[in-house]
């Protein structure tokens, strides 16, 4: 599709399904190398597969990032493929279960501080040695629920929390080494979370969420990783610590707005990318 992201090697964690896939396959087709982190039973080879047909360059690897060790051979298998890394974007992240905090259980907290926020600390220690080499950048996902707290999402919320403000830290420590630090927002995206059938939200869950929303529908993976392909790039080379929401205006919405929004709004882009994956991912199966 273009040249934006020529010459760059990348790490994309999360990257066999939903968003993950579509940045993945973004860079991909904008002319980066990338490594495909994922869980063993994520399709990353599938989607590393993918990209090498469609004339990229890519390679997966299959273990739990939150893991030190599996962080730093993450990194190490970037610099020996592809001899350096540019960019690290941590897309890795769970949503296990929707509960009122009373009833919101310890294993599924202690899961998404494992795999929510230890993997992007661990992938983000691992990675700056050499993002200092290259002057690259960290790009991290942070959500809706970071900035402005969800109800039986709190724990959630939490924990994008911490992103936010990790990665607002990070950009002012790391700039005396040319590292920018940004962060996606995403709100309610057509993947396995928000879907009744696929993730832990319940059917009138789904229906206020899009109710909720200004353009009345759920964004894309590939409306997404847009906005993840131009942080990642030259183009945003005096943007640091910045939270770009990618979230249909919910975030700012006042009250069930979306039912009013203009049907060309309501109307999803068809997108360029062959995603496979994106309703896969469930993470309600913890491990």
């Given at each position: 599709?273009?040249?934006?992201?020529?010459?760059?090697?990348?790490?994309?964690?999360?990257?066999?399904?939903?968003?993950?896939?579509?940045?993945?396959?973004?860079?991909a087709a904008e002319g980066a190398?990338?490594?495909?982190?994922?869980?063993?039973?994520?399709?990353?080879?599938?989607?590393?597969?993918?990209?090498?047909?469609?004339?990229?360059?890519?390679?997966?690897?299959?273990?739990d990032i939150s893991s030190e060790?599996?962080?730093?051979?993450?990194?190490?298998?970037?610099?020996?493929?592809?001899?350096?890394?540019?960019?690290?974007?941590?897309?890795?992240?769970?949503?296990?279960?929707?509960?009122?905090?009373?009833?919101?259980?310890?294993?599924?907290?202690?899961?998404?501080?494992?795999?929510?926020?230890?993997?992007?600390?661990?992938?983000?220690?691992?990675?700056?040695?050499?993002?200092?080499?290259?002057?690259?950048?960290?790009?991290?996902?942070?959500?809706?629920?970071?900035?402005?707290?969800?109800?039986?999402?709190?724990?959630?919320?939490?924990?994008?929390?911490?992103?936010?403000?990790?990665?607002?830290?990070?950009?002012?420590?790391?700039?005396?080494?040319?590292?920018?630090?940004?962060?996606?927002?995403?709100?309610?995206?057509?993947?396995?979370?928000?879907?009744?059938?696929?993730?832990?939200?319940?059917?009138?869950?789904?229906?206020?969420?899009?109710?909720?929303?200004?353009?009345?529908?759920?964004?894309?993976?590939?409306?997404?990783?847009?906005?993840?392909?131009?942080?990642?790039?030259?183009?945003?080379?005096?943007?640091?610590?910045?939270?770009?929401?990618?979230?249909?205006?919910?975030?700012?919405?006042?009250?069930?707005?979306?039912?009013?929004?203009?049907?060309?709004?309501?109307?999803?882009?068809?997108?360029?990318?062959?995603?496979?994956?994106?309703?896969?991912?469930?993470?309600?199966?913890?491990?």
């Open positions: 599709m273009g040249n934006r992201l020529e010459g760059k090697v990348a790490i994309v964690t999360g990257g066999g399904t939903g968003i993950g896939e579509a940045i993945a396959k973004k860079f190398s990338v490594v495909v982190a994922g869980f063993p039973e994520d399709p990353v080879e599938q989607v590393a597969k993918d990209i090498m047909e469609q004339g990229g360059a890519a390679i997966a690897f299959s273990r060790a599996n962080a730093k051979s993450c990194v190490e298998l970037a610099v020996k493929q592809f001899g350096k890394l540019d960019i690290l974007i941590n897309n890795a992240g769970v949503f296990p279960e929707v509960n009122l905090l009373q009833d919101y259980t310890t294993e599924g907290f202690e899961y998404m501080l494992k795999n929510n926020i230890h993997s992007a600390f661990q992938m983000s220690k691992a990675a700056l040695p050499e993002l200092h080499k290259t002057k690259g950048n960290i790009v991290s996902a942070g959500s809706e629920a970071g900035m402005i707290g969800i109800a039986q999402n709190s724990p959630y919320g939490g924990t994008k929390g911490f992103i936010h403000a990790f990665m607002k830290g990070l950009a002012v420590e790391q700039a005396q080494f040319g590292v920018r630090c940004n962060i996606v927002g995403p709100g309610p995206i057509d993947t396995a979370w928000t879907h009744d059938s696929t993730g832990p939200m319940d059917s009138k869950m789904v229906k206020t969420m899009k109710e909720a929303t200004p353009m009345g529908r759920r964004g894309t993976p590939e409306e997404v990783a847009n906005v993840y392909l131009f942080l990642a790039s030259e183009e945003a080379s005096y943007v640091t610590g910045a939270l770009y929401m990618v979230d249909g205006g919910i975030t700012v919405a006042k009250g069930g707005v979306g039912t009013e929004a203009d049907a060309s709004m309501k109307k999803q882009p068809d997108g360029e990318l062959e995603l496979k994956h994106s309703k896969d991912g469930h993470t309600s199966i913890r491990k």
